[in-house]
């Protein structure tokens, strides 16, 4: 069985430990995710002992764990769709420790969960001997489209979300290759996947409440791809923005992170196009849902 670790992301050739940890799974693939729980500032791993250690309790019920605890994995889709929706479904996993001592748990995934294509919330839990949660830890999992769905509906109607693949083919993001004054890609996985779910969260918020979607079911694919480009171009704006700093050496002045402006001009106009698209197509569906006859008695008249 395919087994998937979360990649380590890196910014200036540097990793960054602390950031939301991505799985990548293809569609119709079962497998195995192994996660390592780490510090939410710096980043180390968690030596898990130090919450399932837990003293034994005459005063409590016997044990339903083992005295190492045990792991959990939830799963829900990113979005949802609403507040009130009850058709969220949350999975929950029973998983394994790898290695107590460095943070390292895994846990399978069902065909269920693998056989639709979307982005999915991941919470890993950490029980004590007694049942009682004692650690999180945050993920985030794209199911990637592919044509192995084990339900054939899901292949010809459901697409679900772009690909990593696809968008940074879209913003010549694919390798450091293309990024030759970089030298490393622009973006990270999480970063791209969290940009995927804003443009349906804006989408389910903006009223009128019609059309509600998840990232399995999202269907204007054209406008989602620039409202995630746009996400994209405002979360990098930030970073120059912060990050700028002018030098000068042997009559050379280099200022290699004053991009803001122009990734922050075409995030605005790329959202601003999105959200435009937005409120008429809402328009559209609302005067669609709402148009007929109201029928009285008065209609009987001639």
Not at 136 to 141: K, L, Q, W, Y
Not at 168 to 191: H, K, Y
Not at 236 to 257: E, I, P, S
Not at 287 to 302: A, E, K, P, T, W
Request: net charge negative; aromatic share 10%; with cysteine.
């Amino acid at each position: 069985m395919q087994r998937i670790t979360a990649g380590i992301p890196e910014k200036d050739h540097c990793p960054v430990l602390t950031r939301l940890k991505a799985f990548i799974v293809d569609q119709g693939v079962v497998c195995t995710l192994e996660h390592t729980c780490r510090d939410r500032r710096t980043g180390n791993p968690v030596n898990l002992n130090d919450y399932t250690n837990t003293p034994p309790d005459p005063s409590r019920d016997p044990p339903p764990y083992p005295p190492e605890g045990a792991v959990f994995l939830r799963v829900k889709d990113w979005c949802g769709i609403g507040l009130d929706d009850v058709n969220n479904k949350v999975w929950e996993i029973r998983g394994n420790f790898v290695n107590v001592n460095e943070g390292v748990v895994e846990a399978t995934l069902n065909e269920e969960i693998v056989d639709n294509a979307g982005i999915y919330e991941l919470s890993w839990g950490i029980r004590d001997r007694y049942g009682d949660l004692v650690f999180t830890s945050p993920a985030i999992m794209s199911v990637e489209r592919t044509l192995f769905s084990l339900n054939t509906l899901n292949v010809r109607n459901i697409q679900g979300p772009p690909t990593i693949n696809e968008i940074r083919m879209w913003i010549m993001d694919s390798a450091p290759s293309e990024n030759f004054l970089l030298d490393e890609v622009e973006f990270s996985d999480e970063q791209i996947l969290l940009a995927i779910t804003e443009p349906v969260n804006y989408w389910n918020q903006t009223p009128p409440r019609v059309g509600i979607f998840n990232t399995k079911n999202f269907p204007y694919r054209e406008m989602w791809l620039k409202g995630i480009v746009g996400n994209l171009y405002e979360m990098v704006a930030a970073h120059y923005r912060r990050n700028f700093l002018q030098t000068n050496g042997g009559g050379v002045m280099v200022a290699d992170k004053a991009k803001e402006k122009e990734y922050l001009s075409e995030a605005l106009r790329l959202k601003k196009e999105y959200q435009g698209f937005v409120i008429n197509k809402k328009v559209q569906i609302n005067i669609h849902n709402y148009f007929g006859n109201v029928v009285s008695d008065y209609s009987r008249l001639s």
